[in-house]
């Protein structure tokens, strides 16, 4: 059973950084593509930010020139640096990894941000 487990979320205030990670266990991803998605209270399930392919990244208009996402197939580990964080960007955070019609779902991981 592979499974992706979330891990980085907290509480930061406006302005500060967070740094998700993204672990499989149970399987190496370095040939799936990943994203990661948010979910806010009331809202619907979100993209942030993906990596489709090798070479090529696509983010939300919300979250450009902010986040950055990023892999690092030698610890099988992906990431999405948050930085100067606003209030409108608490959610829980998803990564998601797929080949074809294999997909996994992380459990997700909370981020608040105060103001």
């Known amino acids: 059973q592979v499974q992706l487990v979330e891990s980085g979320g907290g509480l930061v205030q406006a302005g500060g950084s967070l740094r998700l990670s993204c672990v499989p266990s149970g399987r190496t991803f370095s040939s799936f593509a990943i994203g990661w998605f948010r979910q806010a209270p009331g809202k619907e399930r979100e993209l942030v930010a993906t990596?489709?392919?090798?070479?090529?990244?696509a983010y939300a208009d919300s979250v450009k020139d902010r986040f950055i996402i990023s892999r690092d197939n030698s610890v099988n580990t992906m990431y999405l640096q948050m930085n100067d964080l606003e209030p409108e960007d608490t959610a829980v955070y998803y990564c998601?990894?797929?080949?074809?019609?294999?997909?996994?779902w992380g459990q997700g991981t909370r981020v608040t941000v105060s103001s």
């Open positions: 998601k990894s797929w080949r074809g019609t294999t997909i996994y």
């Open positions: 990596i489709p392919s090798p070479g090529t990244t």
